[in-house]
C-alpha cells in the first residue's frame, strides 16, 4: 500500500528519504511527498502526484535540506491522487503527518475540527490526524503525548509519523493494524513502513506493536504502549541484503522474481528435510502436540495466496484426508462460520500484514477456532508474531506488485504441511516418501521449466491484440489456472477468467471464437483424458487452444492448437510447476503491450487497508 519514511540526524536527511521512497515504489503508489525541518527551524514541504522520479526532479529545481523529515508515497483512498492530497499534510505549517491506513470516523472528526476553527486543504482522511495532533499541542500537551491522545480518538487502521518544526530533534511514530518498524542507526534514527527502505542506512530495526506510540530522537527511542505505560520491544537484525531488492541484469522485477523460483523452493526446503521425511519441527517447537489434536484445516487468504489455498485443499484432502476448507479472509471475517477447537486455522500471506488476513485469523480466535499458523514470507509480520505456529517461506524480498516466487514458496510450505498433518491421518510413509523425494527435485525441475522462456515469449505475441482470454484447469490444476488468469490480467490489463474445464458448456462455450484465445493446463494425469474431451468442444467452436502439458500426453499441436509442453512432472509437485509458465507468458505478453509490468495500475503490492 503506501510507503512511509522518516529520519532524524546530524547529516541531511533528504537523500536518506528519496532512496527510502524509491525502494518503496514497488508497493505502489499515486503521489509523492516530502517534508523536512530546515536549518532555520522551518517546515519545508514538497509534493506531487505521480511517480517518485517527478519528486526527484521537482527537488532538483527546488532543493531541500534538514536533519529532520518524513517521506510518503500514497495509493489514493480518500481523494484523487493530486498534488493537494499528497502526503504530508500539516496543520500551521509546523506540524506534518504522514499516513498509511484508513481513519474511519474522519468525516466526524472533521466536523468538530472545522467547528474549532480549521481549515482544511485536502479531501483526505489523513489531514485530520494533523489537526487533531496540533489542537492537542495547543492544549498544552507535549508532542508525544499529544499524538497519543490522538490516535486514541482515531477509528480505523494507522501507521503514521509525525514531526514538529518546534521540535527539529524528534519523530513521533504510533500504529494500529498498519506495519510501523523504527530503524536505530549510529547518530540518526528511522521510521519505515517496510525495512526495505531502510536496508542501506541500517539492519538493526524495532517493529511497533497495535496501539504503540514511539518517541524517536538522536540520544533515545521510547515506546509508549497501548495502556499509556512504557514498554520494551525487541530489537531485530534484518536478514534482507541491499542487493537483493535490485534488478540486477533483469529487465524488470517480476522476470527477476520468476528467475528467482528454484532458489526460493530450495530456500524454503532448507533444514526442513530429512531422509524421506518431513521435520515437523520446522513449524515450531509446540507443533507435535498442537498437530496432534488436528482434525480438520481452515484456510484464509487474499487474491494469489487464496489460490494457493486452493491448491492446499486437494492435497489436505486428496493425500492426508483431512478435511479442509478455503475462504477468502474478507469474506471469512464478517461471516458466522460454525468453529471447533480441533481445526487448524491456515493463513496465508506474503508481507504478514494483509488487513483482511489479520482480520479474519483474529475472527477465528474470537469465534472459537483452534491453533493458528502462518505461511508468511516476513518473520517480523504482525501475523506471525499473532499466530501459535508459523513456517516462513524463504523468497527473500518481491518488489513485483503481481506475486510469483512468494506464491509457488507458499505452495511448497504448504505441501510441508499436509504431509507433517497427514501422517496422522491417510498418509503413510510409503505417500511421504515420495512427496519428499518429487519436493527434493523440484528446483531443478524448476530450471528445466524455465528454459522454456523463449518459446513462451514467441507465444506470448499472439495474445497482444487480444482483449479476452478463458483459463482451463481440473482437480488441482483449476486453481493454477485461476492464478494464471489473475497474473495476466493485473500485469496485461487483458480481461482473463478461468473455469474448471467442466463447467465449460455451463455457459462459458458461449464466449468462445476465434478471438478468444483459451489456455489450458493439462498434466498427463488422471484427468488428461476428460480435459481432451473438454478441449475438444472448444475446437469445435474455432477457439484457438494454448495447451501446457508434460511428458506423452499425446497432444497434437494444429495450426490452432498450440502445445507448450513441459518436461515429466511428478503429480504432487504438478501445480507448482504449472503455474511458472502462466507466469511467464503473463510477464512477456505485459512487456509486449508496454504495460507497467511491476507497478500495474490501481493496485498496490501489500494491502494493509480493507
Known sequence: MCGIVGAVGERDIVPVLMEGLRRLEYRGYDSAGVAVVDEGATLERRRTSGKVSRLSGMLDAEPLRGTLGIAHTRWATHGVPSERNAHPHVSREAIAVVHNGIIENHEELRRQLVNDGYEFASDTDTEVIAKLV????????????????ATRMLRGAYAIGVIDAEHPDRIVGARLGCPLAIGLGEGEHFIASDVAALIPVTRRFVHLEDGDVADIRLGRV????????????????????????ERGRYRHYMQKEIFEQPDAISATLEGRLSGERVLEAAFGPEAGRIFDGIARVQIVACGTSHYAGMVARNWFEGLAGIPCRVEVASEFRYRHPVASKDTLVVSISQSGETADTLGATRSAKHRGFGPTLAICNTPESALVRESELALMIRAGPEIGVASTKTFVASLVALLLLVVALGRRHALDADSEARI????????????????????????????????HALFLGR?????VALEGALKLKEISYIHAEAYPAGELKHGPLALVDSEMPVVAVAPNDGLLEKLKSNLEEVRARGG????????NAGVVPTPTLHVLELPPVGAHVAPIAFAIPLQLLAYHVAVEKGTDVDQPRN????????
Not at 504502549?225 to 514498554?231: C, E, F, M, Q, S
Not at 482437480?475 to 486453481?479: A, K, L, S, Y
Not at 493496485?603 to 480493507?610: I, P, R
Open 475 to 479: 482437480g488441482v490444476q483449476f486453481p
Open 544 to 551: 484457438e487452444l494454448y495447451v501446457l502439458t508434460d511428458g
Open 222 to 245: 521510547s515506546v509508549t504502549g497501548l495502556a499509556g505505560r512504557p514498554v520494551a520491544r525487541p530489537v531485530a537484525v534484518s536478514r534482507v541484503s541491499a542487493d537483493a531488492v
Open 134 to 149: 496540533d489542537r492537542c499541542v495547543n492544549e498544552g500537551r507535549d508532542l508525544t503525548e499529544a499524538v497519543f491522545a
Open 603 to 610: 493496485l498496490a503490492k501489500s494491502v494493509t487497508v480493507e
Open 436 to 467: 519428499v523425494a518429487q519436493l527434493r527435485g523440484l528446483p531443478d525441475l524448476c530450471r528445466r521449466v524455465l528454459a522454456l522462456d523463449e518459446k513462451i515469449s514467441l507465444l506470448a505475441r499472439r495474445f497482444i491484440h487480444k482483449q
